[in-house]
């Protein structure tokens, strides 16, 4: 439906080399799981600005921002998650026509992530990563007007690693993750070339 929507708006507008792209996504969650025993409850606010230089009709380079906060609560506990990433991107565009364009961003960078525990008010435990990121995502831009437009993707691929600092025992852990998640995610950000 919001597909349709969009092309329905669509005018003549195409990216210039030499102009500067701005543009990000935004999510909003919160879950309520209200059973007898342990009820739970999830809020979690996220954020992804990019902002790149288009030197070529086709390629785009840039940096690339993540913050991630959630908080949960289950009984007299509560868990905060924050997270970051910040890195460089590289982008290329191939136009379909004056609307529409397919592009691939691949990006590269730094992350970071937190973990703190609560028991009625307390802090119990405390832990957190650092590491790098990089993924490839294919998506379809909608030039709504002059230089305005809708970013869709449905997923890509990507490769993470964390490095934890020392948990309570005295143990450090090493993580790494591999994905590819076509058709398992949706997302639609939106841009604006200056």
């Known amino acids: ?9 669509v005018s003549f507008a195409n990216a210039q080399k030499g102009t500067i792209l701005v543009g990000g996504n935004f999510s909003y969650n919160s879950e309520k799981n209200e059973r007898e025993i342990s009820p739970t409850k999830t809020d979690a606010l996220a954020f992804s600005p990019k902002v790149g230089y288009q ?18 609560s289950i009984e007299d506990g509560e868990g905060k998650y924050t997270a970051y990433k910040a890195g460089a991107f590289v982008r290329y565009t191939v136009p379909l026509n004056e609307s529409f364009s397919v592009f691939a961003d691949l990006g590269i960078g730094y992350q ?17 990563g650092n590491g790098i990121y990089t993924g490839i995502t294919p998506a379809l831009f909608i030039n709504m007007k002059k230089g305005f437009g809708l970013n869709f993707s449905i997923g890509g691929l990507g490769y993470e690693t964390l490095s934890y600092d020392l948990d309570d025992e005295g143990y450090d852990s090493d993580y790494s993750k591999f994905f590819v998640n076509f058709g398992k995610t949706v997302n639609i950000g939106i841009s604006k070339n200056f």
């Open 1 to 9: 439906m919001l597909l349709i929507l969009a092309l329905a708006m």
């Open 55 to 72: 030197f070529h009709e086709n390629w785009t380079v840039g940096a690339e921002l993540s913050l991630t906060y959630s908080k949960s």
């Open 112 to 128: 970071n992530q937190k973990n703190k525990y609560y028991d009625n008010g307390s802090l119990t435990s405390t832990n957190g």
